[in-house]
């Protein structure tokens, strides 16, 4: 039976903590335009920031961008690492705290928001599941007025030009978005380095993130003639192009952001 200190340990392990400001400005602008109007709506709009790293910079941030279209958001930004809540303490404010925690996400609400971004990286591809299921059993429940909460579990580049993310309800995976600073690519599937550790291994034939990675550039290479109007239009008639055999779930208010929303099923692992 396990003592009473190791039931208390935090779940996780310590990741190695990069961070920088605006790094999650592309996955924050994408929840405040698909998922604000739950967070409005909520009583007590609580986000949780997990594993935001050696510094506050991104827990700041989502406050203060959740407030933008949810004035009553907080957030409370969860590490497994004690040295980095104490230095987070400081930054803490009305509508912002830092506590040590891990995937139990230790509060005593049901957010309506859990972004986990760059860290699930280090974990091996079996144990994803597991700790999705532990942090949509967390997440506010769905309701007759209400698809409840969100889980946003994704990856990034260091300055966050390019990312990829999951997005999960309580029921489990719904979509994956991709989003890049279009001047960055050469082609849609460089964003393959940044697939979430659920999809980067599974970049290969026979499995559907490499065939959709596959159509995206063939779609890129046809749409060609559109750079000459620049990027972004370039990537709004590509992603037009794949509606035709990819379950696009968004639309050209999101594209010419720099992004495109899938179903999970059409993506997900086969097996």
């Known amino acids: 039976m396990p003592t009473r200190a190791a039931a208390s340990r935090p779940l996780g392990t310590i990741t190695r903590g990069t961070t920088n400001p605006n790094r999650l400005r592309r996955m924050d602008r994408w929840i405040v335009a698909t998922h604000g109007a739950e967070l409005r709506r909520a009583d007590d709009p609580l986000a949780v ?37 104490a230095a987070a303490g400081p930054y803490a404010r009305a509508g912002l705290d830092f506590r040590r925690g891990g995937f139990e996400v230790p509060l005593p609400g049901r957010p309506l928001l859990i972004r986990a971004a760059n860290v699930l990286r280090q974990y091996d591809e079996a144990e994803v599941p597991g700790v999705w299921r532990r942090l949509c059993a967390r997440l506010a429940p769905a309701s007759a007025h209400s698809r409840g909460g969100l889980l946003v579990e994704g990856t990034c580049d260091e300055i966050g030009r390019r990312h ?20 960055s690519l050469d082609r849609p599937s460089d964003l393959a380095e940044r697939l979430p550790k659920a999809l980067i291994h599974r970049n290969v034939p026979g499995e559907p993130v490499h065939a959709f990675l596959r159509d995206f550039d063939r779609a890129w290479a046809a749409a060609a003639p559109y750079a000459s109007y620049g990027a972004r239009q370039r990537w709004t008639r590509t992603v037009r192009d794949l509606t035709a055999d990819w379950p696009v779930t968004d639309g050209p208010a999101r594209w010419r952001q720099g992004e495109v929303t899938v179903r999970w099923g059409a993506l997900a692992p086969r097996g």
């Open 49 to 85: 920031d997990l594993g935001y790293g050696a510094a506050p910079w991104t827990a700041v941030e989502l406050l203060h961008r959740l407030r933008a279209v949810a004035p009553r958001a907080r957030v409370s930004g969860v590490e497994i690492d004690p040295v980095r809540v």
């Open 164 to 183: 990829v993310w999951v997005a999960l309800g309580p029921e489990g995976p719904r979509t994956v978005t991709f989003a890049a600073r279009l001047g």
